[in-house]
């Protein structure tokens, strides 16, 4: 491949075929049209869990939107379901099941946040837990589902979903929309690296001695990082706040389709089940240390009826600076976190959509890489905090597993953000938070964790007030689902739909 230019980044070449790949490959070819890019397809790492976790976030539309792909096509082909959240079993102090939506808890009081009047409602004896007043969570309960409504009176206009993707058929997908595009293609494996006098990459070389140069180098191809490992060593580990660096996985039959995946603490971690279009997915999250692969499989065994697993070896954590010189990395080969909460394919499209808004010339300036990596560093320790507080203030403590976390400290970020929320509900500001305010709110309270004094603004609403504020809520959602389609049904209206 040959540059274009003097200054502007003419070549591009995008290392692995998966889903990361595919996706950073087409979204650099859309939005640069006049640059050649190339895409190397080197077999894919089994531990890269953004190829292989199927749970996205709500801003995973905003990705489809800039690379092109359609929503209702993926649900027709079978690609993707809805996602309204996840329901968490056995994950808090009183063992009562919880659920984490996207959207709206509740509404304001006048200028009191609803989790502030909650709260105070909670001392005094008068509240449902935190989710009863979240649309999405009692169609989530009573699997229906629906899109949301145009119209802002309608509670049903307050959620807003995620879906779940089958990697293999999403894969599929991303494929065929690459084959629109003037993508050149290579495939087999790494067998070293050309450096330039500058330190960055001049060429990647294949076995069998194919020779490829480009500008601007995409390491797509897994936790090994083998581009950015050649430029630039240094690796950020968080097995001490996110400790499960051990995955089981396997899958199963699915019975009915349904908008909600499911999460459950076990005495050695937790498992999960993700339902997909004609199949289920499902797994346990483990730490080798506390854990030994053997009875994380009896432990999965006797929790799922499974009796064999794939086995997959993560490491937590993240590289300081994703993007050296003329080396970018996306996916695990940038930041590793398990499979709670769905954060993986989330962080990578936001990257890619970050590295085209930050965009350097040819000579990546150190001044440009530098707004990109303090970015993504940002949203990066955002997202490990959010998943590490459902290991290190769960309430749970039955299980070895559990009893070791409530002995280990929060990150620095962390602890600042439940001082805050401790002390009156609030969660602070973060530049490139990954997970909105709600979803905290609806962690912490799901999970036990509340705040000692009530807001001042929520403290001055007269408890007679707050109460009969609370009870017509609830009158106005108690016949919701009532009023949506069971999923299966609207899953079929959708394919009928021209």
Not at 95 to 106: C, K, S
Not at 224 to 236: C, D, Q, R, T
Not at 432 to 444: D, N
Not at 478 to 483: A, S
Request: proline content about 7%; glycine content about 10%; hydrophobic content about 45%.
């Amino acid at each position: 491949m040959a540059s274009t230019g003097a200054r502007a980044i003419g070549t591009i070449g995008v290392l692995g075929g998966g889903i990361v790949g595919l996706s950073a490959a087409i979204a650099f070819a859309r939005a640069l049209p006049q640059v050649r890019v190339g895409i190397i397809e080197v077999p894919p790492d089994p531990a890269a869990l953004a190829d292989r976790m199927p749970g996205t976030l709500p801003a995973i539309d905003r990705f489809h939107a800039a690379i092109g792909l359609d929503e209702l096509d993926l649900i027709r082909s079978g690609a993707a379901i809805h996602r309204l959240g996840t329901r968490f079993e056995r994950w808090s102090a009183d063992g009562e099941p919880w659920y984490h939506v996207f959207g709206d808890y509740g509404r304001r009081f006048g200028s009191a946040p609803f989790h502030a009047v909650w709260a105070a409602a909670r001392q005094a004896g008068q509240a449902l837990p935190f989710h009863r007043y979240a649309p999405a969570a009692l169609l989530a309960e009573a699997g229906k589902f629906v899109h949301p409504s145009a119209d802002p009176r309608s509670p049903l206009s307050t959620y807003s979903y995620g879906l779940q993707l089958d990697p293999d058929r999403y894969r599929e997908r991303l494929t065929a929309l690459s084959g629109t595009l003037p993508l050149l293609r290579a495939r087999g494996e790494l067998a070293g690296v050309e450096r330039r006098e500058d330190g960055g990459i001049a060429a990647i070389l294949l076995k069998g001695g194919q020779r490829l140069e480009a500008d601007l180098f995409i390491d797509c191809s897994g936790p090994s990082a083998p581009l950015l490992s050649a430029v630039a060593g240094g690796f950020e580990d968080w097995r001490e706040h996110l400790p499960c660096d051990r995955l089981l996985l396997a899958s199963a039959p699915s019975s009915a389709p349904a908008p909600v995946d499911v999460a459950t603490a076990t005495a050695a971690g937790w498992h999960w089940s993700v339902p997909l279009p004609g199949r289920r997915l499902t797994g346990l999250c483990f730490a080798s240390e506390i854990t030994s692969e053997a009875r994380a499989q009896r432990v999965f065994a006797s929790e799922t009826g499974i009796e064999a697993a794939e086995a997959v070896a993560i490491r937590p954590g993240r590289r300081p600076e994703s993007w050296t010189r003329n080396v970018l990395t996306l996916g695990d080969a940038a930041v590793a976190l398990d499979p709670l909460q769905a954060a993986n394919l989330h962080l990578t499209h936001n990257a890619i959509l970050r590295a085209l808004e930050l965009l350097p010339g040819r000579d990546c300036h150190d001044l440009e890489l530098a707004e990109y990596n303090r970015r993504t560093a940002q949203e990066t320790m955002r997202g490990r905090d959010f998943l590490s507080v459902h290991y290190l203030r769960s309430g749970r403590t039955k299980g070895e597993f559990w009893e070791k976390m409530r002995a280990r400290a929060l990150p620095e970020s962390l602890a600042h953000t439940l001082e805050q929320f401790e002390r009156r509900g609030r969660i602070p500001f973060y530049e490139e938070e990954v997970f909105a305010k709600e979803s905290w709110h609806a962690v912490l309270l799901g999970m036990g964790t509340f705040p000692r004094h009530i807001d001042p603004v929520a403290a001055a609403v007269r408890p007679e007030d707050g109460a009969a504020f609370m009870q017509r809520m609830v009158a106005g959602l108690v016949g919701l689902p009532e009023r949506v389609p069971v999923y299966s049904d609207y899953l079929a209206q959708m394919a009928r739909s021209s």
